[in-house]
């Protein structure tokens, strides 16, 4: 990890990417690694506690943290921020990538999808489990009232998110393979 990489580069320049979690969330189920905004949560949760105490050591002027949001926003203003931060000329050509590989340039319709997209449930459940923590990021609250699940609801979580990975995984490869791993998995 990044404790890791400081230890071998003390003197390392830091880029600390941030994303609105609840938007975190909604991209973990698209990806297959969570099948709920609640469990979805879980990446985001675990990669900042590791960031913060990772940071807590570092001195400010060693990182520069940049946010999703305003990268999609502004990608030229935002690459020249962070390539003077590293010490490096800022080069049109940059956003020319999707010219000769097969990565499309950033959708900026991709940022804040959870206003658009996220039951207020949904909203009310990521809030609560963040807690403090979104606003300590950067991000304002969405007004509806944070929420925690109950026993009945965290079980109803818990299933649907084993549901959605699983539908996820058949969709993607097909049955036999989730259930030999999920076989080999268990012995």
Known sequence: GLDRALEIFPEAQVVHLLRDPRDVARSCIGMGWAG???HGLDNWLHTETLWDTAAADLPQAQVLTLRYEELIAAPEQELTRTCAFLGLSYDDAMLTYD?????????PSLVYQWQRKMSVRDIQLAEGRLGARLEQAG???SGHEP???GAWESAVLYWRNKQGRWQHAIARYGLIDPLLLAIANRT
């Open 36 to 38: 709920t905004v609640w």
């Open 139 to 141: 991000y304002a609250a």
């Open 99 to 107: 010219r000769s590989s097969t990565y499309d340039r950033p959708d």
């Open 147 to 149: 929420a925690r699940p």
